[in-house]
């Protein structure tokens, strides 16, 4: 598979893809491209539904000269442990941090996240976030107190007694329960517009058949969670294929 940065043609081919609602891998094969590359080029650059060709290759070349303009300046992406590639690194960063904006949260969190998620510790100081990030200490302090309220991750000591802040691994299983009671919810209010509507009536039969549908999606999602869990801090190496799933009908 060929190398190098995607030229404007071959982001001009993603557009038409996506708009034909191609998969991400089937874009990939006619380019002769990895998929992983055109999934952080779409997600990087505003998601499958607003993609732009002309849009990305400018903030391309624009995240490009920024980093020819930074790179005097000492901010060169930091050597990565395990023979990884470091740009890559970066890039996959920045994926994650703009499919997690897309999701709500907001950038400077987002991007403080995706650097904790991605960290081997799993926690970093405020010093290392700073350096990581090239932002000020004022950027990071709130973000971590965004971070901290939402309970997405905690401040702990390590052994030289600097604070550090840790992503909580749990914190997917209570987004996912999050998710579900509000789909829940969802459920209850439009199975009360049945009766206000007068049962059997159009309008009503639409609103029940919503409310049976979200009910079963929010019993799926809890359900699939409280099964999944122990995943989240399974220790890696613990089997040579990953954990096992847990049995349906455990309680």
Known sequence: MPG???TQ???????????DGLAYAE?????????????REVMRNGGPTTYRADLAHRATERRAHRRRQAAPRGSEAPEQPYGRDAEAVREYEETFTTVLVQSGTPKMMARVLACLCTSDAGSLTASELVQRLQ???????????????QGLI?????????????????????????????????????????????????????????????????????????????VLHTKPGTTSGGPAAPSPDRG
């Not at 043609?9 to 708009?19: D, F, K, N």
């Open 135 to 149: 932002v000020s200490p004022a950027s990071i302090s709130k973000a971590i107190a965004y971070l901290e309220s």
């Open 154 to 230: 905690r401040r702990e000591r390590d052994e030289r007694r600097r604070e550090r802040y840790a992503f909580d691994d749990d914190v997917w299983y209570q987004s996912m329960v999050a998710s579900a009671r509000g789909t829940a919810h969802l459920a209850e209010t439009a199975r009360q517009g049945v009766s206000i509507l007068v049962p059997d009536t159009p309008a009503a039969t639409r609103l029940e058949n919503i409310a049976r549908f979200l009910d079963f999606v929010s019993e799926s999602i809890t359900r699939a969670a409280d099964q999944a869990r122990e």
């Open 4 to 6: 190098g940065r995607l």
């Open 27 to 39: 874009i990939a094969r006619r380019l002769d491209r990895p998929t992983s590359t055109i999934t």
């Open 9 to 19: 043609q071959e982001r001009q081919q993603i557009a038409l893809g996506l708009a």
